[in-house]
């Protein structure tokens, strides 16, 4: 069965400073990765996504990810935080394109950046 | 493009009720989902259409809750009698097809279900 980890429930960091927001995933087959991003009262908005090629993956609102095969993982990255970028991101995966298989979710991490 | 939506933003209703939630996808968009959040968690499917066919209803409490997608466009999902572990936001999304990888999900605000 496929699953997604986000080891951290918080991430805090400064405004201006880079962010990184963790994510390991399993699945028995090719991973199709993506981030999602939910605002308060308001549904989850697509960010970014890899389903193959280069290993680093660029998104809406400056944010990218980098793939590593190796070890499981897709983290979301920014380069240099804004107070807006406080929501909470959610990581998801699917095992394969063209199937019925669901989108699995993670818990989420609530990220504050502070001004 | 005008976005997904779903009504009512908010519900409370006492435990044993019945409750209906409705859906209306993009424009085109043949998948449609509903999706349960409860809260501190991540969302988890509970049924997914194709037009007006059921794909996924695996994780759907078939004994209180159901959904129906008549004309494979707007879709309801209810849920009769509600109990106390129902209290959560249901977010309806959709998207062009099925499993194309190049089409994300677009999410509704969600309803937000408080069972007392």
């Known amino acids: 069965a496929q699953s997604v980890a986000q080891p951290e429930d918080q991430v805090n960091v400064a405004e201006g400073n880079p962010l990184t927001v963790k994510c390991t995933y399993s699945?028995?087959?090719?991973?199709?990765l993506f981030w999602y991003v939910q605002y308060p009262n308001r549904g989850l908005q697509f960010l970014l996504k890899y389903i193959t090629g280069d290993n680093l993956v660029k998104g809406s609102y400056g944010f990218e990810a980098e793939f590593n095969k190796s070890q499981t993982s897709f983290h979301l990255k920014k380069p240099s935080a804004l107070v807006s970028d406080s929501a909470l991101y959610f990581c998801?995966?699917?095992?394969?394109?063209?199937?019925?298989?669901?989108?699995?979710f993670g818990s989420g991490t609530q990220l504050t950046v502070l001004p | 493009e005008a976005g997904v939506a779903q009504s009512p933003r908010y519900k409370i209703i006492e435990k044993r009720q019945s409750v209906a939630f409705w859906c209306n996808p993009i424009s085109g968009h043949a998948t449609l989902y509903w999706y349960q959040q409860i809260l501190g968690q991540g969302p988890k499917l509970l049924i997914q259409f194709q037009n007006n066919g059921v794909v996924d209803d695996s994780q759907l409490p078939k004994d209180r809750f159901s959904a129906e997608r008549l004309k494979g466009v707007d879709s309801t999902l209810k849920i009769q009698p509600a109990k106390l572990e129902d209290s959560a936001v249901y977010l309806c999304?959709?998207?062009?097809?099925?499993?194309?990888?190049?089409?994300?999900?677009?999410f509704g605000n969600g309803t937000r279900l408080t069972v007392t």
């Open positions: 998801a995966v699917r095992d394969r394109p063209g199937s019925a298989r669901q989108l699995t």
């Open positions: 699945v028995s087959g090719n991973p199709y």
């Open positions: 999304a959709s998207s062009l097809s099925q499993g194309a990888h190049n089409s994300p999900l677009h």
